[in-house]
């Protein structure tokens, strides 16, 4: 079956421009999480949906950014009025309801945002 | 504040030898522990994980220790092949709280044949 996915594989943007990115996660996954990767750095978590549960906002660096899943599927990461501190790699991932257990957090290929 | 941390950027190991990629951690409220597997241009791949309440689990030629009272992490991979080559992601979460993974920033393996 299809993994993650996500889209734009890159995306170049100036500052002050608002950015969407999107990512449809495994079918049947009901947890999906978005991370960001800045140069040299680890994964940072930024949002967490799990079902129809409020998301988990606590990751996110500022109200510039957002994140909607609509119908329980697709998901998207909105950044508004960008700066160039916001220049990372913006991944996705998936799982099965998360419980108390650890599923499998299953990654998208990201979407390199680049803020000139 | 860098709870989970990676102190060796990158790693060099000839083929055939064990390669040790080491992780330490600051929250003792972590509870379960993950290494992930990085190529160029693709997302992180599970590698894999351990339990707090174990200090060892393997599969196949991979091994991780988990040492808690040093709050410290290995991964062992022996013996080492060139498509090992990658960059090593060492993760933890305390599992109640959603799953959300604290990430190290990550170890370049380059394993030479």
């Known amino acids: 079956g299809a993994g993650v996915s996500q889209s734009p594989s890159n995306k170049v943007t100036e500052k002050g421009k608002d950015v969407e990115l999107r990512c449809d996660p495994i079918?049947?996954?009901?947890?999906l999480y978005w991370y960001r990767q800045s140069l040299g750095q680890g994964l940072e978590f930024l949002i967490y949906?799990?079902?129809?549960?409020?998301?988990?906002k606590s990751g996110l660096p500022s109200d510039r950014f957002s994140a909607e899943r609509t119908g329980g599927s697709v998901s998207t990461l909105t950044i508004q009025r960008t700066q160039q501190e916001d220049s990372a790699v913006y991944l996705c991932?998936?799982?099965?309801?998360?419980?108390?257990?650890?599923?499998?957090?299953?990654f998208g290929p990201g979407t390199r945002l680049t803020v000139l | 504040d860098q709870q989970v941390k990676q102190n060796s950027p990158s790693l060099s190991v000839q083929e055939g030898r064990i390669s040790i990629l080491n992780c330490d951690y600051t929250?003792?409220?972590?509870?379960?522990f993950l290494w992930y597997k990085k190529y160029p241009a693709e997302g992180p791949t599970f590698l894999i994980s351990?339990?707090?309440?174990?200090d060892k689990n393997e599969d196949g030629r991979f091994t991780v220790f988990l040492n808690k009272s040093a709050k410290h992490l290995s991964l062992h991979i022996v013996p080492s092949q060139p498509g090992d080559s990658a960059v090593y992601f060492c993760?933890?979460?305390?599992?109640?709280?959603?799953?959300?993974?604290?990430f190290g920033a990550g170890t370049i393996l380059r394993v030479k044949s």
């Open positions: 991932a998936s799982s099965l309801d998360s419980g108390n257990t650890y599923n499998e957090q299953f």
């Open positions: 079918s049947g996954h009901t947890a």
């Open positions: 949906f799990q079902g129809n549960s409020a998301p988990d």
């Open positions: 929250n003792s409220m972590f509870d379960y």
């Open positions: 351990i339990s707090s309440i174990k």
């Open positions: 993760a933890a979460t305390r599992m109640e709280y959603g799953n959300k993974l604290v």
